[in-house]
């Protein structure tokens, strides 16, 4: 079947939770922040998406798949310590056969129902603390009764503690109120509590009503949206009303230390703080729903979520009853106390323990989440975490005595937080003060100091009977669990850089006690503690710090308090908790699980009461087992190559002595050297890249010799800065099209050819021509020969016999025929040292006579006499003119930049990619000298280059494509393959700060075999959720760019959506899929002047005038383990290559949303043609695709959001119904299609390289916004359209509560044409995209063309 018109065929892939180490093999480290080089093994291209949100520098992203695009672990050098020389994969004997079913063991444990759940029910109670204090009498002494301390903010509302997340001064509040009143509830510290019964009466509460206090204590805290409650994740926000007037409530007292726990060896240095905690009674939860859910009869989603949120809190409850630390808001992981550590770790965490030189020490933990899911089941998935923590104390064993606090000044090693500062004596220097004020940022410390107590003092506490030990302890200071803050008083600063410098800081006070006309006295801090406290400095030149109401303190005081470490991505620790992950791998990960989960559950014990009890109180229970299931392995697809197929071992194959099916051509490159001192050198390294590509069937520029070409088109620099590589940039371009384009050199001049490339004719199609000299050979415009079935006249000429003007086309007479042979058959083998003529289809050696102009006669054909070609000899016509003379921008040269990179520095990456892609609109690709001069096999290494080149040169013309992939009979995908179906994969990378960006990329899959693309970028104001005017601008170009591939229309779509968070579907769904909808009825609109006729009449698209969607969400962040439950059930410690598993443990949610897309089809079946086959399981699957060397694979989950393709179609439409059957296969298959990687790849293709993209770019836009370097602004923001107002509240915001700016972002010379398409003016990369731009009549219009190279991101 072809798609193509013309009757051409279309024949054509927080905290270091265990999910971020997932290593399986052909899976992608960029998958969480990938930085792509070209680098052997595993086809690694340096090539790379840079991402800031993603990348080594932050952990939000992790180290998954360390094997990333297809070397496993040691593959092509991987990111880590420069490991290993590249397995490549595919070596040895095939497996043999793969079982179709196999038993894995999961992370999720059974959350059991006890058979006394009945008819009672759990009371829903709303939280609030607020700051209390003992009242006192008339004569001023105390009562013991405590009293609420009104406080007002600015605008005269109560301020109570903000507990709409959990913080741990509330976690510590609750848990003494929970032990001092004996009451039996669950909380995680955040505003919403369960008690498993009534915790108190209305006869229990204060004679005072509280109807006017709930009117105005709650105008400024209304509880967070939810029907059964302030932190229900409902639809509907709860009115004041409902939860205040008329609820019955109860106050009760509490007293806690503030900033430490009552056992802290300091305690009874820090103050009490008592604080009144409110319980209101906001709803009810019946037991009979959660027996019903069991007994698989309630489908309520509402009431599902009520309990599945009361659950989720009861067991966070738990892990903090049972001694289990937290860290920060909102606790997610739960960490094992200090003595439990050291027997937690493996060996060279153990090692990073004892190490008392650190720091830092790492620290084991889990992670518990409820899921309700099909059938009734309720599980407890639960995962390790690896983090680090910030040491208390210098590493002892833990074993007792006295042991030593790390203060944050470092006398042995002269630094302040980690930060080598010099003399201790001395002020920080400049140059250092940034990077201290970060390290003191990151860190929570505590402040602790002696003051020498004044005699009288010391004599008035003797005569009470204090004894000297007392009074020396009461003259210690203590503040517990401080951070920096700013001083909005002071500058808006949180540091001031000596304390004993009037210039910096000072401040004015009258001495206590002195008469009111005394003199005030001007103190610095260091003069302050000296007069008051007769406390000298011992370093009065380092800084102080401010901690907010307490005031400023010298950094001489701070010392590091046990806090999680912000930012813990250091060489060491990366490669420690891989380690971790490595010892507890495939099989054994789910056994550690199991292990920590005990120890959690069952041996730690706290006041009495276990993780079982407290779950107990709740009629629940956690089975201590892991579930095992049944999976299914899907079947693999069959890859072929021009002369042999691939031998398939567990999703890996090699290249070796293969020729790619559809090879790619490079017409003309340019060099870039910027690391022109190393050996080997840049052009040692294109040599062999070269050489390698002819072995495996590339097109190498004709008729030169291609070392000669590299030797005239390098341009080497030293520099590594933006202007340095600019400018190496700009020659290296200029020098190729001097040596291609121009002939400079003269090469093809005394070899009597011409440079082959590729022009885009006036339609925008592309054409193979030949470059002849221009009539003036200036540069900016170019002669060119087309192919005679195009446009067979290159020259007009004067015929001397009767001096009239002929068309004429320019030929070759060889001395061997007599025939005259067509330019584009006759061609130079430098090598070889001769000329070659096709004749009969067949390159044979040729000698080269002479040039003649055949005359073309009006019907283009040549003109015969007596059967034989007329033609006039070349030099004879003195006035010959050429036919073509086209503009140089639309003639390819250079094809490629091929840039040679000193290290693996990211800013260097990130110009040479801003250069290429957005300033020349030309492919790059990038090599590392270190890299390439490691390699042991630099024939592999660069084999895996040359696979990235062939997918990066793709396009319409060539059709490039290394292998064929064939589920069937062809080399394309299932499904797929039927009727025109345009595979789109979008996602989001997210820049840093609450004033940033959202780069969106969208990727297209061209061709059948979903191995050729098309790709376009958009950039916004940070986001989730794309906005609609950036997704339907993105969807639109899409669509075009499938269209010109392939002549037609798509007649269904497949979304692939990555990004998305499982809070947000229903979001996704009713916004970003109308947008999709709204995007296609545009993009018809616009093609045929009309879009199809809706009977609903719509005008802004449905399912009845578009194309049927199926949007699919590509879950990579979950904590889902799927390993073989024995050696037979998988391969190497972990699960087959095309692992996947679609029940038992998919959300409940799953079957539920089924009927919606049935409903809309079954409203006008007229228009629509009807499909049988459904698939009453829902469409969710796990899948694991990449076969595993090292750590454990992790599955991808996809979560199917909408799948009208398996319900309809447009009732002109052929093609099947995407059953969860064929969906998972054809998901599966196109992993293989990853044309930069020998392997099957955890993420589908279409998302793989839609993130690279996205990350790619997130590199280098704030050199593009002026942020970075000191060029201009390439950038300029237009207004987003305002959204509506449900959607508000999602948008970000700014520290000051005001929404952030909206923007989307254009290029600055389209600022000021408003008239043009908003999918053509936010096209940032205009050389890669389907749109031309032409001024006609001093008007811009556009104009469809085929790009030269539309795949960015191979």
């Known amino acids: 079947m072809s798609y193509r018109s013309g009757g051409r065929d279309y024949d054509r892939g927080g905290g270091y939770e265990r999910r971020e180490y997932d290593r399986g093999g052909g899976g992608s480290y960029h998958s969480d922040r990938g930085r792509e080089y070209d680098r052997g093994g595993g086809g690694y291209d340096r090539d790379r998406d840079r991402s800031r949100s993603r990348d080594y520098g932050d952990r939000r992203g992790g180290y998954d798949d360390r094997g990333r695009h297809g070397g496993g672990y040691r593959g092509g050098g991987g990111r880590f310590v420069g490991r290993g020389r590249g397995r490549g994969g595919g070596r040895g004997p095939p497996m043999g056969p793969r079982p179709s079913q196999i038993k894995v063991r999961t992370n999720y444990f059974h959350l059991e129902v006890s058979p006394e759940l009945g008819e009672g029910e759990w009371v829903q109670y709303h939280v609030e603390i607020k700051d209390a204090m003992v009242e006192r009498d008339a004569d001023g002494n105390r009562t013991g009764k405590i009293i609420q301390l009104k406080k007002k903010n600015k605008d005269g509302i109560e301020r109570q503690m903000d507990i709409t997340e959990s913080n741990p001064i509330s976690r510590r509040i609750l848990d003494t109120l929970r032990r001092d009143h004996g009451l039996v509830f669950a909380s995680d510290g955040a505003a919403t509590a369960y008690a498993p019964c009534r915790l108190f009466n209305e006869s229990d509460m204060p004679e005072n009503t509280i109807e006017d206090e709930g009117k105005e204590d709650h105008k400024s805290d209304t509880p967070s949206e939810g029907i059964y409650g302030p932190a229900d994740p409902g639809k509907k926000p709860v009115k004041p009303a409902q939860i205040m007037r008329g609820s019955i409530y109860k106050m009760y007292p509490v007293k806690v230390k503030n900033g430490c726990d009552k056992d802290d060896e300091d305690a009874d240095r820090v103050k009490n703080q008592n604080f009144l905690v409110k319980l209101t009674e906001v709803a009810t939860i019946p037991e009979t729903h959660i027996r019903d859910f069991v007994q698989n009869k309630l489908t309520e989603i509402n009431h599902l979520e009520k309990v599945r949120q009361a659950m989720d809190i009861i067991q966070k409850s738990a892990l903090l009853t049972v001694g289990m630390q937290t860290f920060g808001k909102s606790p997610r992981a739960f960490y094992f106390s200090q003595d439990k550590q050291m027997d937690l770790l493996d060996s060279k965490l153990k090692g990073m323990m004892k190490d008392a030189n650190r720091s830092y020490q790492p620290i084991v933990g889990i992670k518990q989440a409820i899921k309700f899911c099909e059938n009734g089941n309720i599980f407890v998935n639960t995962d390790s975490v690896v983090d680090f923590a910030n040491r208390e104390f210098e590493f002892s064993g833990y074993n007792g005595g006295n042991q030593k606090r790390m203060p944050l000044v470092n006398e042995r090693n002269n630094s302040i937080a980690g930060i080598p500062v010099g003399d201790l004596l001395r002020p920080v220097h400049p140059d250092r003060r940034g990077a201290v004020e970060e390290a003191i940022k990151k860190l929570t410390f505590h402040i602790k100091y002696k003051r020498t107590p004044d005699p009288s003092f010391v004599e008035r506490m003797k005569s009470k009977g204090k004894s000297e030990k007392e009074i020396d302890r009461m003259s210690v200071s203590v503040f517990r669990n401080k951070r920096m803050l700013r001083d909005q008083k002071f500058g808006n600063t949180g540091i001031i850089w000596a304390a004993d410098d009037p210039e910096l800081h000072s401040f004015e006070l009258k001495p206590r006690g002195s008469a009111e006309d005394a003199p005030v006295v001007k103190h610095t801090v260091a003069s302050y503690y000296r007069e008051k406290y007769r406390l000298n400095l011992r370093y009065p030149k380092l800084p102080i710090v401010y901690v907010g109401k307490d005031g400023w303190f010298p950094v001489e005081f701070l010392l590091q308090a046990y806090d999680k470490m912000k930012g813990s991505n250091l060489p060491d620790q990366v490669k420690g908790v891989l380690g971790y992950y490595d010892e507890y791998s495939g099989t054994r990960s789910v056994d550690n699980i199991k292990r920590l989960s005990q120890i959690a559950c069952s041996q730690s014990d706290r006041y009495g009461m276990s993780f079982e009890q407290v779950l107990k109180q709740f009629n629940l229970r956690r089975s201590s087992e892991p579930i095992e299931l049944e999976a299914r392995v899907l079947p693999e697809p069959r890859l072929s190559f021009e002369n042999t197929s691939a031998s398939l071992k567990n999703g890996s194959w090699d290249l070796r002595d293969k020729k790619f099916m559809s090879p790619s051509d490079v017409n003309g490159f340019a060099v870039v050297d910027l690391a022109a001192s190393r050996r080997p050198s840049a052009e040692d390294y294109v040599n062999t890249l070269f050489k390698i590509m002819e072995k495996h069937n590339m097109t190498l520029p004709s008729s030169t010799d291609y070392s000669h070409a590299i030797r005239n088109v390098i341009i080497s620099v030293h520099g590594s800065g933006p202007e340095s590589i600019f400018d190496c940039f700009n020659r290296a371009v200029k020098k190729s099209k001097d040596y291609f384009l121009y002939d400079k050199s003269a090469v093809y001049k005394q070899n009597h050819v011409w440079f082959k490339t590729r022009a885009r004719s006036p339609d925008g199609k592309l054409s193979d021509c030949l470059i002849i000299p221009g009539p003036s050979n200036l540069r900016g415009e170019v002669a060119l020969i087309l192919r005679t079935d195009e446009y067979p006249v290159s020259h007009i000429i004067t015929h001397p016999s009767d001096n009239t003007k002929h068309q004429a086309r320019i030929m070759v007479k060889i001395q061997e025929s ?183 990329c969208g990727s297209v899959c061209l061709d059948r075999g979903c191995m050729q693309f098309a790709q376009d970028v958009k950039i916004q104001t940070k986001t989730e959720l794309v906005d609609k005017s950036t997704l339907i601008d993105l969807v639109k170009t899409l669509a075009y760019h499938y269209e010109l591939f392939n002549g037609v229309s798509p007649q269904r779509v497949l979304i692939y959506r990555d990004g998305v968070s499982e809070g947000t579907f229903d979001r996704a769904k009713m916004h970003e899929i109308q947008a999709i909808r709204t995007a296609l009825y545009e993009y018809q609109l616009e093609q045929r002047g009309e879009a199809t006729s809706c009977p609903k009449e719509c005008n802004s698209g449905c399912a009845f005038c578009c194309p049927p969607i199926t949007y699919v969400v590509c879950m990579t962040q979950h904590t ?185 972002y254009i290029r600055k010379e389209l600022e000021n044409f408003s008239d043009l398409p908003s999918h053509v003016r936010t096209e940032l990369l205009p050389s890669f995209s389907p749109f031309e731009i032409k001024e006609v009549n001093g008007k811009k219009t556009v104009h469809l063309r085929h790009p030269f190279r539309p795949h960015l991101s191979a």
């Open 818 to 1000: 007599k025939a005259l042979v067509d330019p584009f058959d006759f061609r130079y083998v430098p090598r070889r040292g001769y000329h070659e003529a096709k004749l009969d289809g067949k390159w044979v050696p040729a000698k080269f006579d002479k040039f003649v102009f055949a005359i073309i006669g009006d019907n283009n054909l040549p003109i015969l006499d007596n059967g034989i070609i007329r033609c006039v000899p070349f030099d004879v016509p003195k006035d010959a003119q050429e036919s073509l003379i086209v503009a140089e921008k639309d003639v390819e040269c250079p094809s490629i930049v091929f840039v040679y990179l000193p290290d693996n520095k990211a800013d260097t990456y990130n110009v040479v990619k801003m250069i290429s892609h957005f300033h020349h609109g030309v492919q790059s690709s990038c090599a590392v000298a270190q890299k390439f001069s490691s390699q042991r096999n630099p024939d592999q290494y660069c084999s895996n280059i040359a696979l990235k080149v062939n997918a990066k040169l793709a396009n319409s013309a060539n059709l490039g494509r290394a292998w064929g992939t064939a589920g069937g009979s062809n080399n394309d995908i299932t499904w797929v393959n039927e009727v025109p179906t345009m595979v789109v994969g979008i996602s989001i990378s997210n820049g840093y700060g609450q004033d940033s960006i959202s780069v969106i």
């Open 1120 to 1304: 889902v383990r799927l390993v073989p439950s024995s050696a037979q059930d998988g391969f190497k410690n972990n699960v087959f290559s095309g692992t996947c598993l679609d029940h038992t443990i998919m959300d409940f949610k799953n079957k539920l949303a089924l009927n919606e897309e049935e409903k809309v089809a079954t409203d006008d079946s007229q228009h629509l043609k009807l499909f049988s086959e459904r698939d009453s399981d829902g469409y969710d699957f796990l899948l694991t695709a990449q076969g595993g060397l090292k750590g454990t694979s992790k599955p991808i989950f996809y979560r199917v959001i909408l799948n009208e393709n398996v319900v309809w179609a447009p009732k002109d439409c052929g093609g099947s119904p995407l059953t969860k059957a064929k969906l998972e296969e054809l998901t599966y298959h196109m992993s293989y299609q990853y044309s930069t990687a020998t392997k099957a790849v955890r993420k589908v293709p279409v998302i793989y390289y839609s993130s690279r993209l996205s990350e790619m770019v997130m590199g280098y836009v704030n050199y593009l916004r002026g942020k970075r370097g000191t060029a201009e602004e390439g950038i300029a923001k237009l207004d987003l359209e305002e959204v509506e107002e449900s959607e508000k509240k999602y948008l970000p915001k700014r520290r000051d509560g005001t929404f952030a700016e909206r923007v989307k």
